[in-house]
């Protein structure tokens, strides 16, 4: 089940900007996120296969930008924050399996600055994560949070092809996280949108990156 509201007051206006900009500027709003190319046609499978292969490499890892985020959150704010990473374990075991039952990495022109790139985008949110600006962590963990609901949507696409049982999401809502936003401090808030919106620059970079693949092997 997913983690439950936790503020019956109406959003405040950092969790309306982080809720409004998941859309616009996550990966919900790129294209290939959308496209054919992921979901009909006898390549959908070797895409999908890319896509999996390097979200394992950014977010499979363990402690991620939200395990990291508990440890440089406010006191009041850490327990939330740590449940909601308890759930995202759950996310990375389903990338595993994922991975596990997928078509290998598909060989791509370029491959050499693929790498490179994905490097640099890791090191990006590795940054991000441990930022000793107090928010900016945080920020970022809220981002991927909301972020990932148009991820999973890609995940569970995959899993039916790869006749993997998809199980239930225990991420927080969107409206538990605009709840939980309305709790930070004012003075965080600016420092959060900063995360946040550094966080999703990532995500885009990487549906760049995986589009940019798709068109190289054609």
């Not at 060989?107 to 600006?133: D, K, Y």
Request: charged share 20%; aromatic share 4%; proline share 7%.
């Amino acid at each position: 089940m997913p983690l439950p509201a936790t503020d019956p007051m109406g959003p405040s206006r950092l969790a309306t900007s982080l809720l409004a900009n998941a859309a616009v500027e996550g990966s919900g709003g790129h294209p290939y996120v959308a496209s054919a190319e992921l979901r009909e046609g006898a390549d959908a499978i070797r895409n999908l296969a890319d896509v999996i292969h390097h979200l394992c490499l950014l977010h499979g890892r363990h402690p991620g930008v939200i395990d990291l985020a508990v440890e440089r959150s406010p006191d009041d704010l850490a327990g939330w924050i740590g449940d909601s990473a308890a759930a995202f374990a759950e996310e990375r075991g389903l990338l595993t399996r994922l991975v596990v039952a997928a078509p290998p990495l598909p060989s791509t022109p370029g491959q050499a600055e693929c790498e490179a790139a994905l490097l640099a985008q890791r090191h990006a949110l590795e940054m991000l994560a441990t930022s000793e600006r107090r928010g900016c962590a945080l920020g970022a963990a809220l981002a991927l949070l909301l972020d990932w609901v148009a991820i999973r949507e890609i995940l569970d696409l995959a899993a039916t092809r790869l006749g993997i049982a998809i199980e239930p999401v225990r991420l927080p809502t969107r409206a538990a996280i605009g709840d939980f936003a309305g709790r930070i401090p004012p003075a965080l808030e600016r420092a959060v949108g900063f995360g946040a919106g550094q966080l999703y620059h990532q995500q885009r970079g990487l549906w760049d990156l995986l589009e940019s693949r798709e068109h190289a092997r054609r």
